[in-house]
């Protein structure tokens, strides 16, 4: 019996040592579900390992209310051996029918949406992103938090 406990908890421990692990994941409240331009959530992200894959998302999450059936962002980036630039996004919260897509509980929706793949950063140091709506309707209401999660690979 014991040498099956073993090898199971071997076993365990090569396979969670192969996949891939969260780094870094930090969401921000948009107070009162009202996202103003000038409220632009940042993210500071340590790197002690240059060069290292990353997989990075934008966490967003919304209520039963937003008056729309998507949502444009930016996310900004600035660090050693960065351009300071912005990339905008869209991202689909509702089907054509308009059924909310996501991760749902009650009247909140979850997104995480994957806007970066295989990013690495290019020296050590302090990074920081931001993320900014870039929608029409300002301020914009129904918008609970938006988050920033990188996965290493």
């Not at 995480?112 to 920081?128: C, Q």
């Amino acid at each position: 019996m014991k040498a099956y406990i073993g090898l199971f908890l071997m076993l365990v421990v090569l396979l969670s040592s192969c996949q891939e692990g969260y780094f870094f994941e930090k969401n921000i409240d948009i107070p009162k579900q009202s996202w103003d331009y000038n409220n632009k959530p940042a993210f500071d992200v340590q790197i002690t390992a240059p060069n290292t894959k990353f997989d990075v998302y934008v966490n967003l999450r919304h209520n039963a209310y937003y008056p729309f059936s998507n949502i444009f962002i930016l996310l900004h980036e600035k660090g050693k051996g960065l351009k300071d630039t912005a990339y905008r996004h869209e991202v689909k919260l509702a089907e054509l029918d308009g059924r909310w897509t996501g991760k749902s509980a009650g009247n909140l929706y979850e997104q995480s949406i994957l806007v970066k793949e295989n990013f690495s950063f290019p020296d050590t140091g302090k990074y920081v992103f931001s993320i900014e709506q870039n929608m029409r309707e300002n301020p914009l209401h129904g918008i609970n938090d938006v988050g920033l999660k990188l996965i290493q690979k």
